[in-house]
């Protein structure tokens, strides 16, 4: 299974304001801080709302999720980027940048929930982030725009509880 690390952006139902978000985006590169060059492909989709998305992927990332520590550190470094980038981009509603992050929430489903969602790095246009109660969970982000700032990717490795530990250590005794 690929888990796509991406920038995904919900820019309503002109399907014109996502080509240009993707246009902003589409090609751009960087070098990151471990000197690996990375390069942006986006792609513009609709959701069974009927709203326009852009996606914005960059290469040389991992698609199985986050397996290390290093890829966690490389994937925070291009999120870092990315929302740089996102600050000066055409309009959009809201974005997120993760893994698997596409089409996180329509945008009935973000506005319809009883509370704002809590999802560190969510950018809401100004319009949005008010018709949903203007949270003061947000900063400001760009003109028109604020945010629940970016907390970067993690690694996680799988915790178990010592009487697991001690029964998987069994298994590697040899008899």
Same mark, same amino acid.
């Given at each position: 299974?690929?888990?796509?690390?991406?920038?995904?952006? *919900?820019?309503?139902? /002109?399907?014109?304001?996502?080509?240009?978000?993707?246009?902003?985006?589409?090609?751009?590169?960087?070098?990151?801080?471990?000197?690996?060059?990375?390069?942006?492909?986006?792609?513009?989709?609709?959701?069974?709302? *009927?709203?326009?998305?852009?996606?914005?992927?960059?290469?040389?990332?991992?698609?199985?999720?986050?397996?290390?520590?290093?890829?966690?550190?490389?994937?925070?470094?291009?999120?870092?980027?990315?929302?740089?980038?996102?600050?000066?981009? &055409?309009?959009?509603?809201?974005?997120?940048?993760?893994? *698997?992050? /596409?089409?996180?929430?329509?945008?009935?489903?973000?506005?319809?929930?009883?509370?704002?969602?809590?999802? &560190?790095?969510?950018?809401?246009?100004?319009?949005?982030?008010?018709?949903?109660?203007?949270?003061?969970?947000?900063? &400001?982000?760009?003109?028109?725009?604020?945010?629940?700032?970016?907390?970067?990717?993690?690694?996680?490795?799988?915790?178990?509880? &010592? /009487?697991?530990?001690?029964?998987?250590?069994?298994?590697?005794?040899?008899?």
């Amino acid at each position: 299974m690929v888990w796509a690390f991406s920038l995904s952006a *919900e820019c309503g139902a /002109d399907q014109v304001a996502a080509e240009q978000f993707a246009q902003h985006f589409d090609g751009f590169s960087w070098v990151l801080s471990n000197g690996q060059q990375s390069q942006c492909h986006a792609a513009v989709f609709q959701d069974i709302e *009927e709203n326009w998305w852009c996606q914005v992927c960059p290469s040389g990332i991992s698609d199985m999720g986050i397996d290390r520590s290093d890829i966690a550190y490389q994937m925070t470094d291009l999120g870092i980027l990315l929302y740089q980038q996102l600050q000066s981009a &055409p309009p959009f509603r809201y974005a997120l940048v993760g893994v *698997e992050v /596409d089409e996180f929430r329509t945008y009935h489903e973000l506005t319809s929930e009883a509370t704002i969602p809590s999802f &560190p790095g969510l950018v809401l246009g100004e319009t949005v982030w008010r018709s949903l109660g203007a949270s003061t969970l947000f900063r &400001p982000f760009s003109t028109g725009y604020v945010w629940q700032p970016y907390e970067g990717e993690v690694y996680q490795p799988l915790m178990v509880p &010592p /009487d697991l530990k001690n029964k998987l250590s069994e298994l590697l005794v040899l008899r």
